[in-house]
C-alpha cells in the first residue's frame, strides 16, 4: 500500500489507474480504524481494481466544543490494518493541504441535514459534505463506501452525489456490531467499564420498536415511547432522541411500516453514541 500526503499526488496516481481501465473504490474514514472501518475497504477491494482509503479528521464537522484534538488517531496502526484489509493507497493529508485557507464555500444538503444529528450538532453535516465533496472530486469518478451506522450522512452523500452530478456510486455497507449489540465506533474508545455495559442498551431498544413495528404497532408515538422507555430505564444512559423514521427522507411517520428506519441517540458519560436499525429484517 502506497501512502500520499498531497491532493496532487494522489490525482496522479488514480488518474493514472482510470486511464488504463481500473476501477475505483474509496473508502473515505476519520482513522482509528475498526472492523466497521476494514469491511468497508474490503467490500471496496472485492468489486474495485484500486482502493483508496482516506483518513482525516475534518476539523470543519467538529463544533468547538467537540472532541476535534481528543479524537482518537492511530496512523501507523491504521496502515498496517488499511493495509492487511486490500487498501491500495492511504490517503492521510494534512488539515493545511485540505484547507490551504479559510473554506468561504461550503456544501449543505438542506432538508436531510437539519433533523436528529443536524439538530444536536447543528454544524456537523455541512462539515461532512463539504469534505466528502472534496474527496470525491480528488479521486474522480469511483465508487464510494460509507457504513449504514452514520444513517444520515449516508443518506446525505447520496443525495449530494447526486443532486451535484458527481461521477460517484454511493454504496452503504452494513453496520458491524460487538456480539452484545452495540456498533462499532471510534467513540466507543470513551467507554468507561460500566458505560460499555450500558451501551448495548441503544441496539436493544431500536429492535424492540422494530419488533413492535413488526407485530403490527403502526402508532409512531407507542414505538417512540416503548424505545425512550427502555433507554431511560438505564441509569448510565442519556437519551438525546430515538424516532421512527422514512428510510429515504428521514421524515417522522404518520403511520409505521416495515419500510422504515429506526434511529437513536444516546450519551453514556463522555461518549455520545448513534445507531439506526430497518425494520425489516
Ligand atoms: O464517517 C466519517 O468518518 C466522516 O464523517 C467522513 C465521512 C470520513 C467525513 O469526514
Partial sequence: MELVKTIAELRGA???????????GLVPTMGFLHRGHLSLVVASASANDITVTTIFV????????????????????DAEKAAAAGSDYLF?????????????????VAALSAGYE????????????????????IVGPCRAYFGEKDYQQLMIV???????????????????????????????????????????VLHRALEA???????????????????????????????????????RTLEPVAVCDESNRLIGAAYFGRARLIDNMAVRR
Avoid at 213 to 220: C, N, V
Fill in 14 to 24: 488514480v488518474d493514472d489507474h482510470r486511464r488504463a481501465g481500473r476501477s475505483i
Fill in 58 to 77: 475534518n476539523p470543519l464537522q467538529f463544533a468547538p466544543d467537540e472532541d476535534l484534538d481528543a479524537y482518537p488517531r492511530d496512523p501507523e496502526g
Fill in 92 to 108: 492521510l493529508p494534512e488539515p493545511a493541504e485540505m484547507y490551504p485557507e479559510e473554506s468561504l464555500t461550503t456544501v449543505t
Fill in 118 to 137: 443536524g439538530e444536536s450538532r447543528p454544524t456537523h453535516f455541512a462539515g461532512v459534505s463539504t469534505v466528502v465533496a472534496k474527496l470525491f472530486n
Fill in 158 to 200: 447520496r443525495r449530494m452525489a447526486r443532486d451535484l452530478d458527481f461521477r460517484v456510486e454511493v454504496i452503504g455497507c452494513p453496520t458491524c456490531r460487538e456480539a452484545d449489540g452495540l456498533a462499532l465506533s471510534s467513540r466507543n474508545k470513551y467507554l468507561r467499564d460500566p458505560e460499555r455495559s450500558a451501551a448495548p
Fill in 209 to 247: 420498536g422494530a419488533h413492535a413495528i413488526r407485530g403490527g404497532e403502526a402508532d409512531p408515538a407507542k414505538v417512540r415511547n416503548l424505545m425512550a422507555q427502555m433507554v431511560r430505564e438505564e441509569p448510565l444512559a442519556r437519551l438525546d432522541y430515538v424516532d421512527v423514521v422514512d428510510s
